[in-house]
């Protein structure tokens, strides 16, 4: 077993047990968060960006709420938020890493 390593994984389903979050949008979410823009979050994440607002729209859709907010452009350029709905699983998925990884990485540990 020493060619083997132990992962482990988190996401966000609805009621439906479709997939809504997990690491991937995490990462796109907190790029949002810290560039305020979907155009500079997925260009420092190399993404296409039609593909990434089809994404954030589904996820919408199946939370039946929005979670982002979008600014037209002007002299500034446009600006991209979190809403307050977006920012709280941004948070709620914080929290389960934090207070969950440091015990699965003790089993994995353990396990090795």
Not at 39 to 55: C, F, G, I, P, Q
Not at 69 to 74: I, K, L, S
């Amino acid at each position: 077993m020493n060619n083997l390593s132990f992962k482990y994984k988190f996401w966000i389903e609805n009621r439906e047990g479709e997939s809504i979050f997990g690491d991937g949008k995490y990462k796109l979410f907190k790029a949002i968060e810290e560039t305020g823009s979907l155009k500079h979050a997925v260009e420092k994440m190399n993404l296409s960006y039609r593909k990434t607002w089809d994404k954030l729209r589904e996820i919408e859709t199946k939370l039946g709420f929005p979670v982002i907010e979008t600014t037209q452009g002007g002299p500034s350029g446009g600006q991209t938020t979190l809403t307050k709905e977006g920012k709280k699983i941004l948070k709620t998925f914080e929290m389960m890493h934090n207070l969950c990884d440091p015990h699965f990485q003790e089993m994995v540990k353990k396990m090795s």
